[in-house]
């Protein structure tokens, strides 16, 4: 990296590709124009998730690329992109994680990933030190709601112990975000008070600022030291990334908030980016959001 480039870190992307998709990680579908959503529809039916985007409102597919087309596309300005991998329920932790992480490898050393695990699985924390200690996963990623549980729900404590052990991130879903059949208590932001307060070493990535909750996440990074959010989908989504109050963000959060796409549920890393620079704060906060903030919690130099 030369010191003229800025450091850009994508920290929520997913790997679904035209040529590569994890099992049950359907990739996203357009959402017919005025149709009512069915929100009780079965998420194993629906694979990951439903997200209703500004693209998805006006019938549009989200762009998707294949492998060889992503690296491309990262290459135009990305230092790296993080892929995250969470189960829907019934996925075996060990195949999918192991099917990621030859896809990561493909990468060099472009691209990390977050491990998916499911506390209701067999051997939960022995998945879970597997997809660390031996497949190289800097970190782990759930969506409790695709597991029927809150994201305070004892089951998880054994394996949040594991994670804060290890000293490695976990990006937790939060919010409403338009995934068919889930259950917006599940993945209310401010329960991640309790697991901030239960577990003061755990580094909590709350994922897309709580969608339209993002004042409640603004209450968790002001709160615990430990807590940090990514700002994909969403708040980056340019119908509602105005309503945001970003300049009180500048003042109060600047160093907890990152840059996330959600490719390619939501937008690609290019388009993201994009969104940051068109942001109502400073060039230092833009440079906090776009990379230095996440190389930090990576313990990247
Ligand atoms: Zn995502």
Known sequence: MTASKQLIIDIHAHPTFTDFMQEGHAPPK?????????VVADPSKMGIAMHLTSKQ?????PKMFSVKEFKEHLN???NMINFLCPLTKGQSAKESN???AKLIKQFGGKAIGFAGFDPSGKDPVGDIEYAVYELGFKGLKIIPSLLGLDINDKLFYPCYEKIQEL???ITIHTGAGLIMGCRINHVRPILIDDVAFDFPGLKIIAAHM???DYMDVHSLLLRHANVYSDLSAWPLDPVYV??????????TVSDKLMLGSDYPAAQTPQEALEVVDSLPISEE????????????????K
């Open 98 to 100: 192991e099917k990621a």
């Open 210 to 212: 709580g969608c339209w």
């Open 242 to 251: 105005d309503l945001l109050p970003w300049k009180v963000f500048e003042q």
């Open 167 to 169: 000293g490695v991130p």
């Open 76 to 78: 135009e300005t990305h």
């Open 30 to 38: 357009p959402w017919p124009a005025n149709k009512k959503l069915d």
């Open 285 to 300: 906060f833009k440079r906090k959001i776009k990379g230095e903030n996440a190389a930090k919690l990576l313990g990247i």
């Open 57 to 61: 409102y006006k019938g549009q597919q």
